[in-house]
């Protein structure tokens, strides 16, 4: 039976399709000789090019080349005022990071910087940085607040987010991190601070549409298990699902807190252990990668890699782009310090940035994979072969980027 093609699809032919289809029994779940067709935003088949009857549609050929889903970046602090290169450099000379952020820099510091800004300038500083995720890639992106840390400015940063998604051709997730740090005017108040989120910030930002899941830094130099697990209550309550920066610097046990409400993602995870890993499991929760972080704090901690492929957690890959900890706004080269330093293989690599990032995103049925009913995001490369994108750092290899079904960068 083939399949009835109307007017105004469009017929991508001669593409390697890389449909990342874990069902499929091909490495990458690699379609060759295969059409996709695709109808407004949506694919609506990909059939044998052999059975294609073409009366019908517009045809662009893509000349054999691999075609991916658009990547998906799942963890991203973009949408911040100035930068930490000073503190930087005093890293360079010795100081630690939670040291930092004791004497009030870290996080306080970019806190800072992005109260001062009004919208429109948070707005304008933030764009290059998705610009330059956009140019190598990415389709969907995740955006977090948690530098505002007061009701306006926390507002304000997920007000940005929505109108970067409104101007740009990127699906835009948003993420309610307002329990990142306790903001110095809450100093030694720090459950004053969660009693603030859970009342007034998070039920009224949530009420205008604002974000999609709740996220917490459950860490010595953020917020405590009990204080996480208010706040979790808080979300459950209203039907958000919540994720959590856990388990980066030390174990507080927050991957098994997450876990318990069925969370998302697990982000960081390096000091994750056994027990950590069972709670994941049972939960379905994915355990999101970040060696951009682990490489510029010099971690030397692994996350368990081994474990968690043994256990068959899915792990996504993601730049966590924010200017305390992974300054970097590439994807790609984050794909790279994925192979290098975590040692993943390229196929979980592909997975970790594809399908499984949009499990993190609770996006798994219709967003990271190339198939019928799933969005028509995607990349065709200038590369044969999938490793290529991951090994090759610098270069352009992106030949085309379609979004929702159109062309938007070739
Ligand atoms: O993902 N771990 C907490 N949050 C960020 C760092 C934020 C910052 O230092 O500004 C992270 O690494
Ligand atoms: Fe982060």
């Known amino acids: 039976m083939s399949f009835k ?6 017929i991508w032919l001669n593409g390697r399709i890389a449909t990342m289809d874990q069902d499929l029994n091909s490495e990458y779940g690699l379609l060759e000789n295969h059409a996709m067709v695709t109808r407004n935003n949506l694919i609506v088949a990909i059939v044998p090019e052999a059975k294609l009857d073409m009366v019908n549609g ?23 005022g100035g930068n930490r290169a000073a503190e930087w450099e005093q890293r360079m000379k010795g100081v630690s990071y939670e040291t930092i952020s004791q004497q009030g820099g870290g996080i306080n510091s970019t806190v800072r910087a992005t109260r001062t800004l009004n919208e429109d300038d948070l707005y304008h500083v933030s764009q290059p940085r998705l610009e330059a995720l956009i ?23 997920l007000f ?28 030694g108040k720090a459950d004053e601070y969660i009693d603030l989120i859970c009342n007034e910030i998070m039920p009224t930002l949530w009420e205008k549409g604002l974000f999609e899941a709740v996220d917490v830094f459950c860490e010595s130099v953020g917020f405590s298990l009990e204080q996480s697990q208010k706040l979790f209550l808080t979300a459950q309550k209203l039907g958000i699902p919540v994720k959590g920066h856990v388990e980066q610097l030390s174990n507080l046990g927050g991957s098994e807190l997450v ?44 996350p368990p890699i081994e474990l968690l492929r043994e256990h068959q957690i ?64 995607f990349i065709v490369w200038n590369a044969a072969d999938p490793v290529e994108m991951i090994y090759e750092q610098g270069s352009q290899m992106l030949y085309m980027r379609v979004y929702q079904g159109s062309i938007s960068h070739h």
């Open 135 to 157: 140019r190598e890639g990415v389709t969907t992106i995740e955006m977090k607040s948690g530098y505002g840390l007061d009701f306006d400015s926390e507002q304000k940063q």
């Open 5 to 10: 093609i109307l007017a105004n699809d469009i």
């Open 160 to 187: 940005v987010a929505k109108r970067l998604a409104q101007s740009y051709p990127v699906t835009v997730s948003s993420t309610l991190l307002s329990a990142h740090t306790v903001p110095s005017e809450y100093k």
């Open 58 to 80: 517009k045809v662009v050929d893509l000349e054999r080349r691999l075609v991916t889903p658009g990547l998906i970046d799942c963890h991203t602090h973009l949408v911040f």
């Open 259 to 302: 876990a318990s409400f069925k969370g998302l993602s697990v982000d960081h995870i390096e000091y994750l252990d056994l027990k950590g890993i069972q709670a994941l499991k049972q939960s379905g929760t994915v355990a999101v990668l970040l060696p951009g972080a682990f490489y510029f704090l010099r971690e030397t901690k692994l």
């Open 314 to 377: 899915p792990m996504a890959v993601s730049t966590d782009f924010n200017p305390g900890t992974s300054p970097f706004a590439s994807l790609r080269m984050v794909m790279n310090m994925a192979a290098v330093l975590f040692r993943l293989t390229p196929e979980e690599i592909w997975a970790g940035v594809t399908c499984h990032a949009a499990r993190a995103l609770g996006r798994e049925e219709s967003h990271g994979q190339l198939k019928v009913g799933y969005q028509a995001d």
